[in-house]
């Protein structure tokens, strides 16, 4: 009977330990890290900077998005570790730009959140579905101006 148990002790471990190979073998080829990259620009409308807002990419693939606010000169800029973890390289990236959000809820409150109407970005820019922008990143930092009419 010892034989016995000396036997299936030795095959579950047996057994397990190809299990942990094959686990092992599996991850290694599915955990190839994704390189991250930057993206820069300037936001304009009808020539002339935007000065609030977010600049938003949206990766559908993976069902992620990352907005970039962008500054007083119309300028922003998307680094990996900034608000999020970045853009993927070789991602293909739907794009908009929306309005600030002026005053929202804090904690447990009533009422909607409240975002501006800035007449200079317009409503078919506010949606990644009808803005018409779509961004690749091929470098690991790479300009993308959006001159909205």
Known sequence: MATEIRKWTTSRTAAAA????AAGLTL???GK???FGEVYGKV???GNA???GNVVFADE???TFMPAPIQPDGSYELRPGQGGVGLYLKGVYKV???PS???GPQGITKGPTVVADPADIPRKYRSSKTSGLEFKLTQPREQFDVPMK
């Open 33 to 35: 890290k994704r390189q």
């Open 96 to 98: 908009s730009v929306v």
């Open 61 to 63: 693939e993976w069902g």
């Open 28 to 30: 290694a080829g599915c």
């Open 18 to 21: 190809l299990l942990l190979l």
């Open 101 to 103: 959000i002026v005053d």
């Open 44 to 46: 304009t409308f009808r």
């Open 50 to 52: 935007v000065t609030q």
